[in-house]
């Protein structure tokens, strides 16, 4: 039988044919869902039941997939219904199918010996209930102005996880570590008609503890369509991550790319002209991706260099190589003639 796809879907499905069995699920949200009341009334729980074929057999509530499941435990209960009300009282196994996108099918399985004696109610202590089903809290660093979709796993842009305007910062499975500052938080600076709205990530990585990302995204209001991107420490330097933004067409920055991230780079997104521009914030200088920031001054990056800087404002001094080909480099002689040696002052 054709069920509905959904982003986090529960399917009942029994072997005996003659009566009707019924799911129940309790969401963290504390919403009750079956077939007697098919959906919840908030948009922040959008799970609904469906009728499959006559309801002989199989039971389902889903989660479309242009909605988000709420975080948290999900209480999974079944009705026998009229399954063992008639002549045959013998027991039936129920399996319950769990997809959540992204995700291995999880099953749970439970035998019934006698009919349940409440429909409406999925709680711990309810003859119905069979178990628990967790979504844990699992940020994707993405920021949707409307419903989107945006679980793992990552792709490259364009995406159908969304379908509204979104920024794209670094999706990727990062979470809130306990018991640390970690954490989304917001502010606002400026005045009204030029304020800018600030949100900031402290974040771990998921499966490498190890790795931590420290991001900002800002908005300005007398710059409407513009997003801006600023990378103060990311560990993994976006091997794992897709940067863009969704505001109409798709802007991809990178797509696990690595060394696509840099410490105190900037990303500023232009969605009216689907265009993006990449600098190296150096103290109150930018630099171009073919630059590198020292001591607040932007200098060529190349493949090997040697920097030489001191403390005394007066005066100069001069920086000095010689090659292993014996060419010797400096400010009086700021390159050599040689095309296997191209080092240059």
């Known amino acids: 039988m054709c069920v509905e796809r959904g982003n986090l879907s529960f399917a009942a499905r029994w072997s005996r044919r003659n009566g009707r069995g019924h799911i129940i699920i309790r969401t963290p949200l504390n919403n009750t869902i079956y077939y007697g009341k098919p959906r919840t009334n908030s948009s922040f729980d959008e799970g609904r039941h469906e009728l499959v074929d006559d309801g002989n057999q199989v039971d389902h509530i889903y989660w479309p997939l242009n909605s988000i499941p709420p975080i948290g435990s999900y209480k999974v209960c079944f009705s026998t219904g009229s399954l063992l009300n008639g002549t045959d009282q013998s027991s039936i196994t129920v399996t319950i199918e769990i997809r959540h996108i992204g995700q291995p099918i999880e099953t749970m399985i439970h035998t019934f010996n006698k009919s349940t004696t409440t429909l409406n109610e999925c709680l711990e202590r309810s003859d119905t209930f069979i178990g628990l089903y967790s979504i844990g809290m699992l940020s994707l660093n993405i920021l949707c102005f409307d419903k989107c979709t945006g679980y793992e796993p990552m792709e490259a842009l364009p995406s159908y996880h969304f379908n509204s305007p979104t920024a794209l910062p670094y999706w990727d499975e990062l979470v809130i570590s306990d018991g640390t500052s970690e954490g989304i938080y917001y502010f606002i600076n400026g005045n009204t008609s030029n304020r800018t709205v600030i949100f900031e990530y402290y974040l771990t990585h998921d499966t490498q503890p190890n790795e931590y990302c420290h991001f900002q995204v800002l ?44 410490p105190n780079m900037s990303i500023t997104f232009d969605t009216n002209n689907n265009t993006y521009t990449v ?51 400096y400010y009086g002689k700021p390159h050599t003639n040689s095309s296997i040696d191209e080092g240059r002052h």
Do not use: H
């Open 279 to 329: 600098v190296l914030l150096c103290g109150s200088k930018t630099c171009t991706m073919d630059e590198v920031c020292i001591q607040d001054m932007c200098v060529k990056r190349g493949s090997l260099s040697f920097v030489a800087r001191w403390s005394r404002r007066k005066g100069r001094g001069y920086i000095i190589i010689r090659t292993p080909l014996n060419s010797t480099i």
């Open 219 to 262: 908005f300005f209001e007398a710059k409407p369509n513009i997003v801006q991107y600023i990378y103060l420490d990311v560990t993994n330097g976006g091997k794992t991550a897709t940067v863009g933004s969704s505001s109409g067409p798709f802007i991809q920055y990178s797509f696990q790319q690595p060394f696509s991230i840099l």
